[in-house]
């Protein structure tokens, strides 16, 4: 301002005076001067000696003085020249302020003689002050809804200056929204006003900034301005709005409560509390959904609550609030659409559409068992089943349609074998990893009647002692029947045949249950020596099926029989008479005792031997063959009439003995009856030569045999290139039966041939023994068991002979290879 002022001094380098026209009176007269405000020290106001007409000269003389007045500091008089001058530069707003005159008293004093004046200083404005604002920034706040021409007033600003160079209009920057209006008021100051034009829009510009410029109207003008800051205050306008429309999700079926799955995020363009966003379920959300999700209102995370399951929910849709907190409130909606894909979290099922049915063992191959269904609840490939089933049993799965499946027997069924599989199912769906089920389905096999009843044996030999009661348990005989029920139910029976004319069934009964058979009659040894009986065992089943077995039935000698004397005979009474010379030397045949019993082996080994004698030590008795003879030389002393008592006992146990008394007549010319002995000795030799051969023809032929066999074994054994000394082979000869014993022949039956043995092995290569206990009365039936065999054929024999034996086997065994 200052140095304005000096500007401005300049712009008047000549004091001006404004002159009125001057009232003088030496009491009362007053002087008018004018001058700008800031003008320099030592400007001239006026020249008070001339304006008041006092001489120069004068003036020093009567001593002109400004009186103390108001003015006084600001001018001075310059006492020679009487001029007035601007002692302090003036500012006439801080000496005035905003009235409109400003003028400055001085009163002068001028003494002898005292006289008054008055001057008055007249401080002009010039426009030194620029318009100015109180506060150079000036905030506004403007709700955001505020409607046009809504007015906002602005602080004026303030111009100290006056008239001209006072505030006189004011300019607003260039803007979209606003007007200027300046209102008048009453005392003529203009008050700037801001016209709301155009709305707001705070999202798009929350704070305008202007300037406000006032303008005086000195000249040139001066100019102040302010900064307006128009913040717009929020409105809830904006809706939230979601960053999407539609968010899709896919979430697995299997995540846990609690996942975390989306977040949805909605933005509201509004500030504050207009913005602040709360999330909800849309209005019409299903109670289910929200129950399965669970929203964060604050994040916006949507939440799985609830275990999900593909199979019951495949998607959900709904809707997502976001309200914010204005007034009104405002809310934006979005969709969800959640997928859930299946998890391969369901095992196939297998289901068993009609149970197994029993299947008959004889069934063909095809035959429908039963039927299975699978599913999997699973989709895709997760639920894609597969059914398999082992291949160790005679089953396969054959598909019918989708899913579905028919087991059919694939081989072969044998109910003896497998009564009943335990087929194992496999189901595999085709996920990954694959989820499998297993079961296991019973069938259970039919039986049919397709195995006869097999007896234990199929001969049975047994033994029965003559004259055992009838109603004895003979043998028992069992089959059995792989089958079941009364395809295994037996049912013995005898088949009828004859035995010398008498039906089989009259001698024996069989228990048609257990197979036991009885004897229904005695048996007599000496009459019947065998039977054979054929039995059967049927089953209950349909058709039923049988078989055969045979029984022979032996019957065992009994010591029954007492020997029976043939000679002597007692046919006249019981004493046999016997004559022999006195001249007999030691040794003389007597006489020979035979008898007969009807019994066999043992039971029919007869010895004999001397009880009692007159003379004992004149006889004796041979102990095998019966024979009397003369110990020793009879002499003139001997009686001539000897009693000989002869006992005969079998060998059976117990023994049964018979006796025979012999009357021997010692007479002195009596001679031999030689001729007699002599003509049977020839044919007695002729018969036992034949015996004899008949007997080398059997040896000769065993031993053919057992070399025969040999070469064929030695054969065998050769090929088997098997070294070693020992060689033991079992004869295959299918002429014979099972083998196993060393070649023995033993004869050891009834009649005539009391013993024969033909032992093979090492016993055979030193001895061939056999033995004969003949009778002489009775060696034309020599081979009476051979003979009703009616075959010559060697083999046959055998087999008769092995029949007839206890132990019905035949062995033929070698054990040295040299000793055939
Ligand atoms: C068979 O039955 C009969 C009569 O019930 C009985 O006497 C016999 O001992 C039985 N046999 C067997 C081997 O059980
Ligand atoms: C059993 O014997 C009977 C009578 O001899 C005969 O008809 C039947 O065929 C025989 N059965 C078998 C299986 O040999």
Same mark, same amino acid.
């Given at each position: 301002?200052?140095?304005?002022?000096?500007?401005? $001094?300049?712009?008047?380098?000549? *004091?001006?005076?404004?002159?009125?026209?001057?009232?003088?009176?030496?009491?009362?007269?007053?002087?008018?001067?004018?001058?700008?405000?800031? @003008?320099?020290?030592?400007?001239?106001?006026?020249?008070?000696?001339?304006?008041?007409?006092?001489?120069?000269?004068?003036?020093?003389?009567?001593?002109?003085?400004?009186?103390?007045?108001?003015?006084?500091?600001?001018?001075?008089?310059?006492?020679?020249?009487?001029?007035?001058?601007?002692?302090?530069?003036?500012?006439?707003?801080?000496?005035?302020?905003?009235?409109?005159?400003?003028?400055?008293?001085?009163?002068?004093?001028?003494?002898?003689?005292?006289?008054?004046?008055?001057?008055?200083?007249?401080?002009?404005?010039?426009?030194?002050?620029?318009?100015? /604002?109180?506060?150079?920034?000036?905030?506004?706040?403007?709700?955001?809804?505020?409607?046009?021409?809504?007015?906002?007033?602005?602080?004026?600003?303030?111009?100290?200056?006056?008239?001209?160079?006072?505030?006189?209009? %004011?300019?607003?920057?260039?803007?979209?929204?606003?007007?200027?209006?300046?209102?008048?008021?009453?005392?003529?100051?203009?008050?700037?006003?801001?016209?709301?034009?155009?709305?707001?829009?705070?999202?798009?510009?929350?704070?305008?900034?202007?300037?406000?410029?006032?303008?005086?109207?000195?000249?040139?003008?001066?100019?102040?301005?302010?900064?307006?800051?128009?913040?717009?205050?929020?409105?809830?306008?904006?809706?939230?709005?979601?960053?999407?429309?539609?968010?899709?999700?896919?979430?697995?079926?299997?995540?846990?409560?609690?996942? *975390?799955?989306?977040?949805?995020?909605?933005?509201?363009?509004?500030?504050?509390?207009?913005?602040?966003?709360? %999330?909800?379920?849309?209005?019409?959300?299903?109670?289910?959904?929200?129950?399965?999700?669970?929203?964060? @209102?604050?994040?916006?995370?949507?939440?799985?609550?609830?275990?999900?399951?593909?199979?019951?929910?495949?998607?959900?849709?709904?809707?997502?609030?976001?309200?914010?907190?204005?007034?009104?409130?405002?809310?934006?909606?979005?969709?969800?659409?959640?997928?859930?894909?299946?998890?391969?979290?369901?095992?196939?099922?297998?289901?068993?559409?009609?149970?197994?049915?029993?299947?008959?063992?004889?069934?063909?191959?095809?035959?429908?068992?039963?039927?299975?269904?699978?599913?999997?609840?699973?989709?895709?490939?997760?639920?894609?089943?597969?059914?398999?089933?082992?291949?160790?049993?005679?089953?396969?799965?054959?598909?019918?349609?989708?899913?579905?499946? $028919?087991?059919?027997?694939?081989?072969?069924?044998?109910?003896?074998?497998?009564?009943?599989?335990?087929?194992?199912?496999?189901?595999?769906?085709?996920?990954?990893?694959?989820?499998?089920?297993?079961?296991?389905?019973?069938?259970?096999?039919?039986?049919?009647?397709?195995?006869?009843?097999?007896?234990?044996?199929?001969?049975?030999?047994?033994?029965?002692?003559?004259?055992?009661?009838?109603?004895?348990?003979?043998?028992?005989?069992?089959?059995?029947?792989?089958?079941?029920?009364?395809?295994?139910?037996?049912? %013995?029976?005898?088949?009828?045949?004859?035995?010398?004319?008498?039906?089989?069934?009259?001698?024996?009964?069989?228990?048609?249950?257990?197979?036991?058979?009885?004897?229904?009659?005695?048996?007599?040894?000496?009459?019947?020596?065998?039977?054979?009986?054929?039995?059967?065992?049927?089953?209950?089943?349909?058709?039923?099926?049988?078989?055969?077995?045979?029984?022979?039935?032996?019957?065992?000698?009994?010591?029954?029989?007492?020997?029976?004397?043939?000679?002597?005979?007692?046919?006249?009474?019981?004493?046999?008479? &016997?004559?022999?010379?006195?001249?007999?030397?030691?040794?003389?045949?007597?006489?020979?005792?035979?008898?007969?019993?009807?019994?066999?082996?043992?039971?029919?080994?007869?010895?004999?031997?001397?009880?009692?004698?007159?003379?004992?030590?004149?006889?004796?008795?041979?102990?095998?063959?019966?024979?009397?003879?003369?110990?020793?030389?009879?002499?003139?002393?001997?009686?001539?009439?000897?009693?000989?008592?002869?006992?005969?006992?079998?060998?059976?146990?117990?023994?049964?003995?018979?006796?025979?008394?012999?009357?021997?007549?010692?007479?002195?010319? /009596?001679?031999?009856?030689?001729?007699?002995?002599?003509?049977?000795?020839?044919?007695?030799?002729?018969?036992?030569?034949?015996?004899?051969?008949?007997?080398?023809?059997?040896?000769?032929?065993?031993?053919?045999?057992?070399?025969?066999?040999?070469?064929?074994?030695?054969?065998?054994?050769?090929?088997?290139?098997?070294?070693?000394?020992?060689?033991?082979?079992?004869?295959?000869?299918?002429?014979?039966?099972?083998?196993?014993?060393?070649?023995?022949? &033993?004869?050891?039956?009834?009649?005539?041939?009391?013993?024969?043995?033909?032992?093979?092995?090492?016993?055979?290569?030193?001895?061939?023994?056999?033995?004969?206990?003949?009778?002489?009365?009775?060696?034309?039936?020599?081979?009476?068991?051979?003979?009703?065999?009616?075959?010559?054929?060697?083999?046959?024999?055998?087999?008769?002979?092995?029949?007839?034996?206890?132990?019905?086997?035949?062995?033929?065994?070698?054990?040295?290879?040299?000793?055939?």
């Amino acid at each position: 301002m200052r140095t304005a002022r000096r500007r401005r $001094a300049g712009l008047w380098p000549a *004091l001006r005076l404004v002159c009125f026209a001057a009232l003088w009176s030496p009491t009362g007269a007053q002087l008018r001067y004018s001058i700008p405000e800031e @003008s320099k020290e030592g400007s001239v106001v006026g020249n008070l000696a001339k304006d008041l007409s006092v001489g120069a000269a004068e003036l020093a003389e009567r001593r002109l003085r400004i009186a103390t007045e108001s003015g006084e500091q600001f001018f001075g008089l310059d006492s020679r020249s009487g001029e007035l001058t601007v002692r302090e530069v003036i500012d006439r707003e801080s000496l005035c302020e905003q009235s409109a005159s400003c003028v400055l008293p001085l009163q002068l004093i001028i003494e002898d003689p005292l006289q008054f004046y008055r001057v008055e200083v007249d401080i002009q404005d010039i426009n030194d002050n620029s318009p100015r /604002f109180l506060s150079s920034s000036h905030v506004l706040e403007v709700a955001e809804s505020t409607l046009t021409g809504a007015r906002f007033r602005l602080e004026p600003a303030l111009d100290p200056d006056v008239g001209s160079n006072a505030l006189r209009t %004011y300019s607003l920057s260039k803007n979209e929204h606003f007007a200027l209006n300046l209102k008048n008021n009453k005392d003529g100051t203009k008050v700037p006003e801001l016209v709301l034009e155009r709305a707001f829009d705070r999202e798009k510009q929350p704070v305008h900034r202007l300037v406000l410029t006032a303008i005086d109207g000195g000249n040139p003008p001066r100019s102040g301005s302010a900064e307006i800051t128009v913040r717009i205050l929020d409105a809830n306008d904006n809706a939230p709005v979601f960053e999407k429309d539609l968010y899709e999700v896919k979430v697995m079926e299997n995540c846990a409560p609690g996942t *975390l799955i989306l977040t949805v995020q909605a933005k509201d363009l509004d500030e504050g509390v207009n913005s602040q966003i709360e %999330y909800s379920f849309g209005a019409h959300t299903s109670e289910a959904i929200q129950n399965f999700f669970a929203i964060n @209102s604050e994040t916006g995370e949507l939440l799985v609550s609830k275990d999900l399951d593909y199979e019951s929910g495949k998607s959900f849709e709904f809707d997502i609030r976001a309200k914010d907190k204005g007034t009104p409130v405002m809310e934006g909606h979005c969709r969800v659409q959640v997928a859930v894909v299946d998890v391969n979290d369901n095992a196939p099922e297998i289901s068993i559409a009609s149970s197994p049915k029993p299947v008959r063992e004889d069934a063909t191959a095809g035959t429908m068992v039963a039927l299975i269904n699978v599913k999997d609840l699973d989709s895709g490939l997760n639920g894609n089943v597969t059914l398999t089933t082992s291949s160790n049993h005679p089953f396969k799965l054959k598909p019918t349609f989708s899913n579905h499946y $028919a087991l059919v027997t694939d081989g072969r069924l044998d109910r003896e074998q497998f009564p009943e599989y335990n087929i194992e199912l496999k189901a595999s769906d085709s996920g990954s990893p694959p989820l499998f089920t297993s079961t296991i389905v019973k069938v259970n096999i039919l039986d049919v009647n397709d195995n006869p009843p097999v007896f234990s044996k199929p001969e049975y030999s047994v033994y029965v002692k003559e004259n055992c009661a009838p109603g004895t348990v003979v043998s028992s005989v069992s089959a059995s029947d792989l089958d079941t029920g009364d395809n295994a139910k037996i049912v %013995y029976s005898i088949i009828e045949s004859k035995k010398q004319d008498v039906p089989v069934s009259s001698y024996f009964y069989i228990n048609s249950e257990n197979g036991s058979i009885f004897s229904m009659s005695s048996f007599d040894y000496e009459k019947m020596k065998v039977l054979k009986v054929q039995v059967q065992a049927r089953d209950q089943g349909s058709p039923s099926l049988s078989s055969n077995a045979t029984v022979h039935v032996f019957i065992v000698d009994q010591n029954d029989n007492a020997p029976a004397v043939i000679y002597p005979s007692a046919a006249l009474g019981s004493v046999s008479h &016997q004559r022999m010379p006195r001249s007999a030397k030691a040794g003389h045949l007597v006489t020979k005792v035979t008898a007969v019993d009807a019994d066999s082996g043992h039971n029919a080994w007869i010895s004999y031997r001397l009880a009692e004698a007159t003379d004992a030590s004149l006889f004796g008795v041979s102990f095998h063959t019966g024979e009397v003879r003369t110990k020793r030389s009879v002499s003139e002393q001997d009686d001539s009439s000897q009693r000989l008592l002869i006992e005969i006992r079998d060998n059976g146990e117990p023994a049964q003995s018979s006796t025979v008394t012999v009357e021997v007549l010692i007479e002195d010319g /009596f001679h031999e009856p030689v001729s007699e002995s002599r003509q049977k000795s020839p044919e007695l030799n002729k018969r036992s030569g034949r015996i004899t051969l008949y007997l080398i023809v059997a040896l000769a032929s065993v031993s053919s045999l057992c070399l025969m066999t040999f070469f064929i074994l030695l054969v065998k054994c050769a090929r088997g290139s098997r070294g070693g000394s020992s060689c033991c082979i079992r004869r295959s000869d299918s002429g014979y039966k099972t083998p196993n014993r060393n070649l023995q022949i &033993q004869l050891n039956t009834d009649g005539p041939i009391k013993y024969v043995e033909v032992l093979g092995g090492d016993v055979m290569s030193q001895s061939q023994s056999f033995g004969s206990y003949l009778s002489p009365m009775s060696e034309f039936s020599d081979f009476t068991l051979v003979k009703p065999s009616s075959t010559t054929d060697f083999t046959d024999t055998l087999n008769v002979l092995d029949a007839s034996l206890p132990d019905s086997t035949w062995t033929f065994e070698c054990q040295q290879v040299s000793v055939c």
